[in-house]
């Protein structure tokens, strides 16, 4: 009889010991908060990378495997970690300390709560219990991805020519406007993804807070150069 007792009273602490556990993980509602800064670079789909990989199923993931995630480090990819609550602390307190050179440029979070509030919210997104909540536009100002199908935007964003004149590009598109833009506030980038523009038909997003930013979009990087042309008339040069 009292060896059975010992026995109840050893599984009732396991059992506290687990709880305890658990709620050091934090809130995850607050984590869910915290990780708006991380999803201008983050997200949560799977299939969906973006400056780093998805953080869909990250928990219990081997640190650098994500099949189609090329842009690891070979720092990451050889660290044999394990993304759990330790691993995971260790990285948001100091992803240099913990892995150096690694290509991750946040410095870290010191404040453990805060750290252990996004570890929770990740365990939570992981299982496909938890979303990110919107913060105004998190730490980035405005700069968040686009995460739009940039086939069905309208003829406003549809780029109907670019032409660079100087130091200056003046985009085209399809409601017969022209915008121009100095060279160095105008970025060319390319989304190959489903959500992707269409083949030979660019589109152009606004970018910063001034209207005088933009990106164009383009399929590929083959179009990027043969759509542009080099010419100065019309009267609109600077």
Same mark, same amino acid.
């Given at each position: 009889?009292?060896?059975?007792?010992?026995?109840?009273?050893?599984?009732?602490?396991?059992? &506290?010991?687990?709880?305890?556990?658990?709620?050091?993980?934090?809130?995850?509602?607050?984590?869910?908060?915290?990780?708006?800064?991380? &999803?201008? *670079?983050?997200?949560?789909?799977?299939?969906?990378?973006?400056?780093?990989?998805?953080?869909?199923?990250?928990?219990?993931?081997?640190?650098?495997?994500?099949?189609?995630? /090329?842009?690891?480090?070979?720092?990451?990819?050889?660290?044999?970690?394990?993304?759990?609550?330790?691993?995971?602390?260790?990285?948001?307190?100091?992803?240099?300390?913990?892995?150096?050179?690694?290509?991750?440029?946040? #410095?870290?979070?010191?404040?453990?709560?805060?750290?252990?509030?996004? $570890?929770?919210?990740?365990?939570?997104?992981?299982?496909?219990?938890?979303?990110?909540?919107?913060?105004? /536009?998190?730490?980035?100002?405005?700069?968040?991805?686009?995460?739009?199908?940039?086939?069905?935007?309208?003829?406003?964003?549809?780029?109907?020519? $670019?032409?660079? *004149?100087?130091?200056?590009?003046?985009?085209?598109?399809?409601?017969?406007?022209?915008?121009?833009?100095?060279?160095?506030?105008?970025?060319?980038?390319?989304?190959?993804?489903?959500?992707?523009?269409?083949?030979?038909?660019?589109? $152009?997003?606004? #970018?910063?807070?001034?209207?005088?930013? #933009?990106?164009?979009?383009?399929? /590929?990087?083959?179009?990027?150069?043969?759509?542009?042309?080099?010419?100065?008339?019309?009267?609109?040069?600077?």
């Amino acid at each position: 009889m009292r060896r059975t007792s010992l026995v109840l009273a050893a599984l009732a602490a396991m059992v &506290a010991s687990g709880a305890h556990a658990e709620t050091q993980l934090g809130d995850a509602q607050q984590g869910a908060l915290l990780f708006s800064a991380c &999803a201008a *670079c983050h997200s949560l789909k799977p299939g969906q990378n973006m400056t780093g990989p998805s953080l869909a199923g990250v928990w219990g993931r081997k640190a650098g495997s994500l099949p189609d995630f /090329g842009r690891y480090s070979v720092a990451l990819k050889g660290s044999n970690a394990v993304w759990n609550a330790q691993t995971l602390d260790r990285w948001l307190k100091s992803p240099a300390q913990f892995i150096p050179g690694n290509y991750m440029t946040f #410095a870290g979070i010191d404040d453990g709560p805060q750290r252990r509030d996004v $570890i929770a919210f990740l365990k939570e997104a992981s299982a496909g219990r938890a979303t990110p909540a919107t913060k105004g /536009g998190g730490m980035m100002g405005g700069m968040t991805p686009h995460f739009t199908d940039l086939k069905k935007l309208g003829p406003d964003r549809q780029v109907r020519s $670019i032409r660079f *004149c100087r130091d200056s590009y003046f985009v085209t598109t399809a409601d017969g406007r022209t915008v121009p833009f100095w060279e160095p506030n105008l970025r060319f980038k390319t989304d190959s993804s489903a959500d992707g523009p269409d083949h030979g038909k660019p589109v $152009i997003m606004p #970018a910063g807070m001034m209207g005088d930013r #933009a990106s164009v979009f383009f399929a /590929g990087p083959e179009e990027i150069s043969t759509f542009i042309r080099h010419q100065c008339d019309g009267g609109v040069q600077r």
